[in-house]
């Protein structure tokens, strides 16, 4: 059964410690991508990665790191320098573009909402 | 970067119509999306249409892209209760294919 898989499904951190998130993929993707999503704001791109050993940078990714050092796995960490963490998190990929019907579709991971004490 | 824009909020009684609009600012895009969440999950692929396209229909769905004002709209016919859910319109940047652009999300309520 393939697909997308984000652990844990709640987290809570105390102020001040790094905490990583998990994603893996099944899918055979090669790419994969973070959004942060918070009320009423929509999605917003943190980090994503077209390659493995290969990252960018999206439009909000102080405070926040990621590796891509295997295909099925993109993990993000949120380091205390990010001032207001508590969101909900969600991963996803999407498929090499000769292989999508729809150009670059993005198959979502069921999310992590994180909160801060 | 790409602005896309949608309303926050839509209420409508089951098996009325909804409209949800969408504006977006690249007139570049190849793709626009729609994308449905329901409350505490990921985001599920509803439909797409390419941009030299007017109007695209998948049973209930219905999109129409007015590229001159850059503006996009989903219909669903007879609307059910189980249509309720955050629903995102979604653009690829012009020149990066990987890299999408969401709206804030349209949370449609269905009353019985």
């Known amino acids: 059964d393939g697909g997308i898989t984000q652990s844990p499904k709640y987290l809570f951190r105390k102020e001040g410690q790094n905490v990583t998130l998990s994603c893996e993929q099944n899918l055979n993707h090669d790419a994969m991508y973070w959004y942060r999503q918070d009320p009423g704001q929509g999605l917003r791109l943190i980090y994503y990665s077209q390659i493995v050993n290969d990252f960018q940078k999206g439009d909000i990714a102080e405070g926040y790191s990621v590796s891509r050092e295997k295909k099925e796995s993109f993990p993000l960490t949120v380091t205390s320098a990010q001032k207001n963490p508590t969101a909900f998190y969600l991963c996803?990929?999407?498929?090499?573009?000769?292989?999508?019907?729809?150009?670059?579709?993005?198959?979502f991971g069921p999310g992590t909402r994180l909160t801060v004490l | 970067g790409e602005d896309v824009e949608q309303s926050l909020f839509l209420s409508v009684r089951e098996g009325d119509s909804s409209v949800i609009n969408c504006t977006y600012t690249?007139?570049?895009?190849?793709?626009l999306y729609w994308y449905k969440q329901e409350p505490g999950a990921g985001l599920q692929l509803l439909t797409y249409?390419?941009?030299?396209?007017d109007m695209k229909q998948d049973q209930r769905l219905t999109v129409l892209l007015n590229k001159k004002d850059k503006h996009l709209s989903l219909r669903i016919a007879d609307t059910q209760t189980g249509d309720s859910a955050i629903y995102f319109c979604a653009e690829t940047g012009a020149y990066n294919f990987n890299k999408f652009y969401f709206g804030s999300g349209t949370k449609l309520n269905v009353k019985p």
């Open positions: 249409i390419f941009s030299n396209m």
């Open positions: 690249d007139s570049s895009s190849t793709y």
């Open positions: 996803a990929s999407s498929p090499p573009l000769q292989d999508s019907l729809v150009r670059n579709e993005q198959f």
